[in-house]
Antibody, heavy 116, light 113 residues
């Protein structure tokens, strides 16, 4: 069964850093575009970033550009999101999702809390 | 950025009745070269990740009951649940994947009347 599992979330102070991971199983991630989407608990979905299948092209929401970096290690079947200069308004559940167009597989998410 | 606006924000429908959710894009998301609308609908139940129901505006994902259907083109789209079941209680989101940032609507909360 194809699955995505996020990890790396936690509590961090404003200005701090975290690296999220998204491990794929049951399929080879190297053939897919993958994305990060976040959701403040009780609020809507917000697309954050995407990376193409070979990692040569990335895109970011304006709100995270210059602070977040998406990357992938196809040999490890894993996607990453390096988050620097974290702000209180980055607090959310972060989902990874696959798809070059619509997102047909989502992980269950990892919670990132930014607070002093 | 393409803004996606859903209506209504919340909806209460009786079991067995029809539910209709609308989604409007701030610009056309119909790609002229392939005549496809870059629009998906997702269902998110409490405590779960989103699940795709419909893509290319009207193609039902495998395993999704046929009471779910999508329609529309260009800027105006509709998700219809023909006969509401108890398990359909959820928040529904539309999303455009025409261009980054791949924006979502604000969500429509569907409840049982």
């Amino acid at each position: 069964e194809a699955q995505l599992v996020e990890s790396g979330g936690g509590l961090v102070q404003p200005g701090g850093s975290l690296r999220l991971s998204c491990a794929a199983s049951g399929f080879t991630i190297s053939t897919y575009w993958v994305h990060w989407v976040r959701q403040v608990p009780g609020k809507g979905l917000v697309w954050v970033s995407r990376i193409n299948s070979d990692g040569s092209s990335t895109s970011y929401a304006d709100s995270v550009k210059g602070r977040f970096t998406i990357s992938r290690d196809n040999a490890k079947n894993t996607l990453y999101l390096q988050m620097n200069s974290l702000r209180v308004d980055d607090t959310a559940v972060y989902f990874c999702a696959r798809g070059a167009y619509y997102f047909d597989l989502w992980g269950r998410g990892t919670l990132v809390s930014v607070s002093s | 950025d393409i803004v996606m606006t859903q209506s209504p924000d919340s909806l209460a429908v009786s079991l067995g009745e029809r539910a209709t959710i609308n989604c409007k894009a701030s610009q056309s998301i119909l790609y002229s070269s392939n005549k496809k609308n870059y629009l998906a609908w997702y269902q998110q139940k409490s405590g779960q990740p989103p699940k795709v129901l419909i893509y290319w505006a009207s193609t039902r994902e495998s395993g999704v009951p046929d009471r779910f259907s999508g329609s529309g083109s260009g800027t105006d789209f509709t998700l219809t649940i023909s006969s509401l079941q108890a398990e359909d209680v959820a928040i529904y989101y539309c999303q455009q994947y025409y261009d980054a940032p791949y924006t979502f609507g604000q969500g429509t909360k569907l409840e049982i009347k």
